[in-house]
């Protein structure tokens, strides 16, 4: 089944403890990824990746890092977390090419820094 | 840059009614494309409908449609014969076209409108 994962569902934490949420997808998609969900801004973006190696900011990357060493993992890193990143992170996927393609969305990790 | 415009927080239907959803949004761009997202409780992002600027035709996806106003810059969402399974949050979304900037399959995001269908 083609799928994006993503690890962990739910996750509670403290301000400064590093954290990792993993991204993974089974399609061989070029594109990746990462946007965060708040109430009443709906989603933004985080970093992408357009291939193994290239990664670039997107709207909202302060406090975030991304790593892109194999094509179907894409990592998102707080190094140190604080609690205005308690958000709803989604990791997305596509194909690349002529633009347009649909994006995959995982399902969703729900972090609360406290 | 681009902006998307979901003027509607809120909206609610009875069952098997019709209901409009509306989206605008602002471009420099000529050419793009336009997505409308559902979110059900579940949280999972899924694709409802996706229009190509450049088609003339509205984009329909069985009980699903749209009305693509190019020159308003205005991309509603139509869902005919609605159901209980419909409850969820709807984003509008534009994606630039073309181009080799990783920028460009970005997806920009409205606010959502929340939709609840009544039994």
């Known amino acids: 089944e083609a799928q994006v994962t993503q690890n962990p569902r739910y996750l509670i934490t403290v301000t400064g403890k590093k954290l990792t949420v993993t991204c993974s997808q089974n399609?061989?998609?070029?594109?990746m990824s990462w946007y965060r969900q708040d109430p009443g801004l709906g989603l933004r973006q985080i970093y992408y990746s357009m291939n193994v190696e290239v990664t670039d900011k997107g709207d909202v990357p302060e406090g975030y890092k991304v790593s892109r060493k194999e094509k179907r993992n894409f990592p998102l890193i707080l190094e140190s977390p604080s609690p205005n990143q308690t958000s709803l992170y989604f990791c997305?996927?596509?194909?690349w090419g002529t633009g347009g393609y649909e994006q995959y969305f995982g399902p969703g990790t729900r972090l609360t820094v406290t | 840059a681009q902006t998307v415009t979901q003027s509607q927080p809120e909206m609610s239907v009875q069952e098997a009614e019709t209901v409009t959803l509306s989206c605008t949004y602002d471009t420099s761009e000529s050419n793009y494309y336009l997505f409308w997202y559902k979110q059900p409780p579940s949280r999972q992002m899924i694709l409802v409908i996706r229009q190509e600027a450049y088609k003339q035709q509205n984009a329909t996806e069985n009980r699903f449609s749209v009305n693509f106003q190019k020159a308003a810059k205005s991309f509603s969402l139509k869902i005919s014969d609605s159901q209980l399974g419909d409850t969820a949050m709807y984003f509008c979304?534009?994606?630039?076209?073309?181009?080799?900037?990783?920028?460009?399959?970005?997806?920009?995001f409205g606010k959502g409108t929340l939709l609840t269908v009544n039994p």
């Open positions: 399609m061989n998609h070029e594109y």
């Open positions: 979304a534009f994606m630039k076209q073309g181009g080799v900037g990783g920028s460009n399959y970005k997806l920009t």
């Open positions: 997305a996927s596509s194909l």
